[in-house]
């Protein structure tokens, strides 16, 4: 059999007899990835099988040419030869450098244009300058955080090449002696919503997958099992692997940072950037609810340093044994699913978690991808897995939105919806555009508060990850585009939102937190709960011991904060609850997605469910399918090979 497992000595060897000896180049490791490093790039590329292909199939890794720093013109030839070379019709409005990378990235708003017949501007750019060039549309609206992270990481770029080397040596290490076994360790999110948390062990290597906060007013289970002796010492994780930027699977990962990881953090640049807005809100939300943040910007900031992009179907090496691959998870904007091949041959073992999956296309996303080769034990979402969770498809939901803001607008009142800042608030959004667009009503103002400008800035950041129809609409931009229609409009302050608060105008509130647990929505409930035209309508999950959750329970009055006081909140406005708009699959969906894995999966793991649902869809899937099937506590050990 052909040995899979090189060491970086012998990948180097393979190479040496492949490339000819006229050719000047060196061989690093960039994280799981084979560097090429040369001063003749074009020597390793071309049509059909060149030679960086004939490498990759030889050492059965992925491989990357990057230019050498001596053939790298500076900062300022580059953007002169850009407004040299490429055509003034492109309109090129931001040149972004990484040099970690050698790559330039031009947004531009006619790429077409830019890249040229048969991409001659490019490949004229690139003799030129020497950099790596890569031409993405300009998005309608910058993200700032997007530019903040380009930034940072531009700043950084010698600490970050060393990084990745550092990253990339320690996957290469030499094998370890023993029998091969896999276990997975329940450190949060298991007969619980919140606090994701999953530690894979092998004889080899320690890999976590997620790192998230619970939504609970109990502080003492905010934070994953971070004191359990498996997980300790941090220095020993080889990885971290983040399926979706939602706080309850992100938002303790500066922890571990602060606390002194220093290994890399994988996940899809989507992720990256919807992760470092929604840390960055978890230490505001903190402070303003008048507790001491867990971590600090310096600790996000150290998180975004070692961060490794993978775009989704790129199998990636993140330890010695532990191979993964990212595929769409249908949920939220860059969600993945994360499967794993662990170790080789016949002792290699396929796990599959699932992430918080979608497996229906929605406004935004495709149904979550079930392609994937041979699981043998999946690791799967619960949290509408109970016998009696249904929810009507999208189609139904949105015609069941768009009733309702008829027949609120109608009365003259207002509609205020607690959404996620990212994925509930888009789809929202688009519903809204549909029904103004139509003619059915008059339109009116639907004001965004908090994050959701910023989020649905950084979906307009990357189209590739949206479904064909709306990724067509965002790159048309104008009208097309339907983030961009004239009544959507940002709360860009306190007095502007308090002003609305007072204004007797019918009008549209999207409003962060979803589950009511801190945010602007918080004031518009106070002063809009207790009018009996207005309408309060959750779109999103609720869960347990929420605000929202307790409103949904039918309180007609619930205890608020301010001040330092305590003040009851009649609550006589209509509270609607309007299913199928959450990024989580039903019971049906959740077995269909089981149904449609081929074969099988032998082990089935519940997790991200109350106690009784996990359970519940724990026996469901062991009397469907006649496979072992488990509900495990926090704290509990599985061995999975």
């Known amino acids: 059999m052909r040995k899979l497992r090189l060491t970086l000595a012998e990948v180097k060897q393979r190479v040496s007899k492949l490339v000819p000896q006229n050719i000047d180049y060196e061989v690093d490791v960039e994280a799981g990835s084979i560097a090429i490093i040369t001063k003749q790039p074009e020597a390793f590329g071309g049509a059909g099988q060149s030679l960086t292909v004939k490498i990759a199939k030889n050492v059965k890794r992925r491989v990357i040419v990057r230019p050498h720093s001596d053939i790298l013109a500076d900062e300022k030839t580059v953007r002169q030869k850009v407004n040299e070379i490429i055509p003034s019709d492109a309109e090129v409005r931001n040149i972004w450098l990484d040099p970690a990378l050698s790559e330039v990235t031009l947004e531009c708003d006619d790429p077409a244009a830019a890249v040229g017949p048969k991409g001659i501007n490019i490949k004229n750019l690139r003799d030129e300058i020497g950099w790596l060039v890569s031409v993405e549309r300009a998005p309608a609206f910058e993200s700032r955080t997007q530019h903040d992270i380009r930034r940072y990481r531009k700043e950084l770029a010698e600490e970050r090449k060393a990084l990745l080397r550092k990253f990339g040596?320690?996957?290469?290490?030499?094998?370890?002696?023993?029998?091969?076994?896999?276990?997975?360790?329940?450190?949060?999110?298991?007969?619980?919503?919140?606090?994701?948390?999953?530690?894979?062990?092998?004889?080899?290597?320690?890999?976590?997958?997620?790192?998230?906060?619970?939504?609970?007013?109990?502080?003492?289970?905010?934070?994953?099992?971070?004191?359990?002796?498996?997980?300790?010492?941090?220095?020993?994780?080889?990885?971290?692997?983040?399926?979706?930027?939602?706080?309850?699977?992100?938002?303790?990962?500066?922890?571990?940072?602060?606390?002194?990881?220093?290994?890399?953090?994988?996940?899809?640049?989507?992720?990256?950037?919807?992760?470092?807005?929604?840390?960055?809100?978890?230490?505001?939300?903190?402070?303003?609810?008048?507790?001491?943040?867990?971590?600090?910007?310096?600790?996000?900031?150290?998180?975004?340093?070692?961060?490794?992009?993978?775009?989704?179907?790129?199998?990636?090496?993140?330890?010695?044994?532990?191979?993964?691959?990212?595929?769409?998870?249908?949920?939220?904007l860059g969600s993945s699913s994360v499967y794993m091949q662990i170790g080789e041959g016949n002792s290699e073992h396929r796990l599959l978690f699932s992430g918080d999956i979608k497996y229906e296309r929605s406004w935004l996303f495709d149904a979550a991808t079930v392609r994937f080769p041979k699981v043998e034990t999946l690791v799967i979402e619960s949290t509408y897995g109970g016998p009696q969770d249904f929810q009507p498809n999208r189609a139904d939901a949105t015609q069941e939105l768009q009733d309702l803001i008829k027949l609120a607008l109608s009365r003259g009142g207002k509609i205020f919806c607690p959404v996620f800042a990212v994925g509930r608030s888009q789809?929202?959004?688009?519903?809204?555009?549909?029904?103004?667009?139509?003619?059915?009503?008059?339109?009116?103002?639907?004001?965004?508060?908090?994050?959701?400008?910023?989020?649905?800035?950084?979906?307009?950041?990357?189209?590739?990850?949206?479904?064909?129809?709306?990724?067509?609409?965002?790159?048309?931009?104008?009208?097309?585009?339907?983030?961009?229609?004239s009544w959507f409009k940002q709360v860009d302050s306190r007095e502007q939102r308090e002003s609305l608060l007072y204004d007797p105008s019918p009008c549209i509130v999207l409003a962060t937190s979803g589950m009511m647990t801190g945010g602007p929505i918080?004031?518009?409930?106070?002063?809009?709960?207790?009018?009996?035209?207005?309408?309060?309508?959750?779109?999103?999950?609720?869960?347990?011991?929420?605000?929202?959750?307790?409103?949904?329970?039918?309180?007609?009055?619930?205890?608020?904060?301010?001040?330092?006081?305590?003040?009851?909140?009649?609550?006589?406005?209509?509270?609607?609850?309007i299913?199928?708009?959450?990024?989580?699959?039903?019971?049906?969906?959740?077995?269909?997605?089981?149904?449609?894995?081929?074969?099988?999966?032998?082990?089935?793991?519940?997790?991200?469910?109350?106690?009784?649902t996990c359970n519940a869809f724990r026996q469901g899937l062991r009397d469907e399918f006649r496979v072992q099937t488990y509900a495990p506590a926090n704290l509990e050990t599985l061995r999975l090979k």
Request: net charge neutral.
């Open 579 to 612: 299913d199928g708009f959450s990024g989580h699959s039903d019971r049906r969906q959740l077995m269909d997605y089981v149904k449609a894995l081929n074969p099988t999966p032998r082990k089935i793991i519940c997790h991200h469910g109350d106690p009784k």
């Open 522 to 577: 918080i004031e518009y409930f106070k002063h809009w709960a207790p009018e009996i035209n207005n309408t309060l309508c959750f779109v999103g999950y609720q869960a347990s011991g929420t605000l929202g959750r307790r409103l949904q329970q039918g309180h007609a009055e619930v205890p608020l904060m301010d001040k330092g006081q305590t003040h009851m909140v009649p609550v006589t406005c209509n509270v609607v609850t």
């Open 169 to 332: 040596t320690r996957i290469y290490r030499p094998k370890r002696a023993g029998e091969p076994w896999v276990r997975i360790t329940a450190l949060g999110s298991y007969r619980e919503v919140g606090r994701a948390m999953h530690l894979v062990t092998t004889n080899e290597s320690r890999v976590l997958v997620d790192c998230g906060a619970k939504p609970t007013m109990n502080r003492n289970e905010v934070q994953p099992f971070f004191n359990a002796p498996e997980l300790l010492p941090l220095d020993n994780l080889d990885a971290i692997v983040l399926t979706h930027a939602h706080v309850d699977h992100i938002a303790m990962l500066p922890v571990l940072f602060h606390y002194g990881y220093r290994g890399p953090v994988y996940c899809t640049p989507p992720t990256r950037d919807l992760m470092t807005l929604l840390q960055m809100d978890y230490i505001k939300v903190s402070q303003a609810e008048g507790s001491d943040p867990p971590y600090s910007k310096a600790d996000i900031q150290e998180c975004i340093k070692h961060v490794v992009d993978i775009r989704w179907g790129d199998k990636t090496d993140i330890a010695p044994d532990i191979k993964i691959t990212l595929e769409n998870a249908g949920h939220i």
């Open 427 to 485: 789809e929202v959004m688009i519903a809204i555009d549909q029904l103004f667009k139509s003619g059915e009503v008059k339109p009116v103002t639907v004001w965004l508060d908090g994050m959701i400008s910023e989020a649905t800035a950084i979906h307009a950041s990357h189209p590739d990850f949206l479904n064909r129809d709306l990724r067509s609409k965002v790159l048309k931009g104008g009208e097309k585009n339907p983030f961009n229609s």
